[in-house]
């Protein structure tokens, strides 16, 4: 339609390429253990697997979350139409890691998970983040942001509840070595303060969102 | 299966590799004694018909030695900065022969033999390891420990400028790494001192020039490069249950029946597991080893002291 609209869909190509290149990189070294087991993802891939696509899951959590800022930031607003396809990247993370965790931890058996979801405090926080970012995903429709009209936001914001679930989940789950933490908390702060920012401003209900 | 069977190193290839080893002369010493002792001892009877040794790059590349940071390959990629000679080893506490001591002299003239052992890590992974070691026993009565010695604790070297992980502004480790055991487990026939593997000299990233070897035990409390020997009627504080007490006791004796609030400890995987078959397996009580040690902890309430 517009000349402008040209350079920001190739902005939404050059970021959806960058969400796809840990997968395209998973995908190689999961040829590598193919072709040569422990030489792709070490001698315990269950483990390798499962670090991998969590770290991911994190980054990518976070990096959906951070585009409304930089909308603002850099006065983009087509910046916000990369947003539902980042965050159903960071779902599709979380997705296989649950699913890393299914078929090589638990071994698909649903009493071994079920007692994981009780007993372990950070399985708990991790499948719950999952839920609500299942909510989020099965809602990313326009027909289902369309029939839920205003209760969409609403909905939405559960992203404000998914990410210290994930950040709990890590927490708990890790035993010493707290430098990635430490930076995942510090990105998540800066973007929940620009956001508290926005919101205080008196015109903050024209620029509102996630 | 993608995985063919790890090779079975054969005797004479453990002694000629270890032969032309000899920059400490002990270690020479010891290969000659091994050749004439037996390498199949009684020690390795406990290894069950489908243990098998698993490949030497993964043992000396998938480690856990958080000095040297916390990824299982950071041991491998930075230990080879430690400077293992010197070593001087302090002995202390309720004993009659107290002081330092260099590494060589507490081990001189001591036999290093083959123990091959079943290795359970609290993160519910395994390995079966061809270890050279010396029975805890003959090197703890040197120092002739008094009826005051109730247990032995064990200190890693702190040496930050060497030691990445001990400079780390990120890790809530309070070093030295500390472990210890009863005077009792430590005198047990299956305790020993590590000081090689595969045949070859102790690499750096598994604990050189020496670590302990307890195999019923999980993983944790086989302390590394170890540079202090504390004889004491106080049960030591091991570093992990310093962190969480809930988690880690001072025991840590592999048992399935006790769930760890991060892991199950009823099954673990034999490495290398693969994508395709993770080799899970059941674990077994004190890692199969419990009719040389159960007797130990008659009586003992084995949830409580876990
Ligand atoms: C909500 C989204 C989630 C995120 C962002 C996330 C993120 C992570 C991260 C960053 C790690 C640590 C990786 C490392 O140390 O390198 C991890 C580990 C792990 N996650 Fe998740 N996770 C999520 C959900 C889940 C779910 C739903 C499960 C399973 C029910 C799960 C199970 C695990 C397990 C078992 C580990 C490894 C624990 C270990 O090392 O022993 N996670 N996750």
Redesign the pocket.
Known sequence: MTVAKKPNNRLKLVLALLATAPALWLAYLISQEISLPTSGLGPDPA?GL??YL??W??IA?LVAFSVTPLRRIFKQPMLARSRRMLGLFAFFY?AL??AT?IVL?VESSWQLLVADFVERTY?TA??A??FG?VAMAVTSTKGWRRRLGQNWLRLHKVIYL?IP??LL??IW??KDGFGDIALYILWFSILLGERIYQARKPRAALTKGL | MLIGKSPKIPTSEIISETTYLNRRKFLGQSTALIAGSSLLGSANAGLQPDDEITPEDIVTQFNNFYEFGTDKSDPYENAHTLTTDPWTVTVSGAAKKTGEFAFEDIIKGMTAEERIYRFRCV?AWSMVVPWMGIELKKILEQFEPTGDAKYVEFKTLVRPEEMPGQRSFFSSIDWPYVEGLRMDEAYNPLSIMVTGLFGKELPNQNGAPWRLMVPWKYGFKSVKSIVSIHFTDKQPLNTWQQLQASEYGFYANVNPAVSHP??SQASERRLPSTLFNTNRRPTLPFNGYAEEVAHLYKGMDLKKFY
């Open positions: 483990e499962l670090h969590g770290d899951s994190m959590l979380v890691h649950l965790y931890y399985i991790g499948i983040g999952f970012l998914v679930l994930a989940h890590l789950l890790r | 993160e991060r892991w």
